[in-house]
Nanobody, 119 residues
Framework: VQLQASGGGLVQPGGSLRLSCAASGSILSINAAGWYRQAPGKQRELVAAIASDGSTNYADSVKGRFTISRDNAKNTVYLQMSSLKPEDTARYYC??????????????WGQGTQVTVSS
């Protein structure tokens, strides 16, 4: 099972980016997933999460600016980021709890994608 994160880049303050996290390999589906970020010298923190029923939760620092969503048919999770701020600069990682086969789940991490917000 692999998680491929993409969509990062350099963006000006106030701009937008959409991150994607695609699961591939022998999986049935994504159960739940989350996006985390880690800035230099800081601990990794949860940014947004989406449960199997589609319910979501967000870090206070991104509420109203970021939206997590999923496409079950594509086994992909997205993070739409708007009104980006310099303090959003970090490497963003996706984590997914994946159904490998009936009754068996595994947790996997993507390789991360860099988001830099700067003028």
């Amino acid at each position: 099972v692999q998680l491929q994160a993409s969509g990062g880049g350099l963006v000006q303050p106030g701009g937008s980016l959409r991150l994607s996290c695609a699961a591939s390999g022998s999986i049935l589906s994504i159960n739940a997933a989350g996006w985390y970020r880690q800035a230099p010298g800081k601990q990794r923190e949860l940014v947004a999460a989406i449960a199997s029923d589609g319910s979501t939760n967000y870090a206070d620092s991104v509420k109203g600016r970021f939206t997590i969503s999923r496409d079950n048919a594509k086994n992909t999770v997205y993070l739409q980021m708007s009104s980006l701020k310099p303090e959003d600069t970090a490497r963003y990682y996706c984590n997914a709890d994946v159904w490998i086969r009936t009754g068996v789940r595994g947790s996997y991490w993507g390789q991360g994608t860099q988001v830099t917000v700067s003028s």
